[in-house]
């Protein structure tokens, strides 16, 4: 077990609503970055938080939003949902960005937009 | 950005033979490549790792190797056995931290 937890492992929305989907890193990893996994693909990198600041976005919306606390958890937010956001949704948590550092990745969370 | 590629796409063995994975990534800056196993349902885990300043690194029946000229890495898996099935990615990390996967593996060791 990597010590990555995630909330809730299923959810189904309706296109239009709003998701928040909850993250617990490791005590004492500072960064959290947060990805999407279409059925079939790799996880496509969301966006990263370091210390409760964004530190870098991958190809995604304005509507994907994040935020990341004190006590090593970490919320991933979607907006307008619409039916291609169905996906499974993972959180990975590193010590540091050096770009060397491990990611330990979470369970995930399976979103069905319908 | 950084681009990785991953073949095969589905492989697969008989028990106790070996398999290779390959994986090409665009970007020079590229310094850390992990390789994730992720079982259906669940979240990828983390079963070897190499740093661009080696070469190749063996874990068990697990090995990676990594040409910085080429921009290319494999996993290798001796001795394959069923508990092997999964999915393997591959990944490259860039700046930040931040890992671009490859499209994925699936393995399957028939017994």
């Known amino acids: 077990e990597t010590g990555v937890t995630q909330s809730p492992t299923h959810l189904i929305k309706t296109r239009g609503q709003q998701v928040t989907l909850r993250c617990s890193s490791q005590?004492?990893?500072?960064?959290v970055s947060w990805y999407q996994q279409a059925l079939g693909q790799g996880p496509q990198f969301i966006f990263q938080y370091y210390r409760e600041e964004e530190n870098g976005r991958g190809n995604f919306p304005p509507r994907f939003s994040g935020l990341q606390f004190p006590n090593y958890s970490s919320e991933l937010n979607v907006n307008a949902l619409e039916l291609d956001d169905s996906a499974l949704y993972l959180c990975?948590?590193?010590?540091?960005?050096?770009?060397?550092?491990?990611?330990?990745f979470g369970p995930g969370t399976r979103l069905t937009v319908l | 950005g950084e681009n990785v590629e991953q073949h095969p796409s589905t492989l697969s063995v008989q028990e106790g033979d070996s398999a290779v994975i390959k994986c090409t990534y665009s970007?020079?800056?590229?310094?850390?490549f992990p390789w994730y196993k992720q079982e259906l349902g669940k979240g990828p885990q983390l079963i070897i790792d190499i740093r661009s300043n080696v070469g190749e690194k063996k874990d068990q029946r697990i090995a990676v190797t990594l040409n910085k000229t080429a921009k290319h890495f494999s996993l290798h898996i001796t001795e394959t056995q069923p508990e092997d099935s999964a999915v393997y990615f591959c990944a490259a990390s860039t700046t930040g931290n931040q890992f671009y996967f490859g499209t994925g593996t699936s393995l399957t060791v028939i017994p």
């Open positions: 005590s004492g990893h500072n960064t």
């Open positions: 990975a948590s590193s010590l540091d960005v050096v770009s060397t550092d491990t990611q330990y």
């Open positions: 970007d020079s800056a590229s310094n850390y």
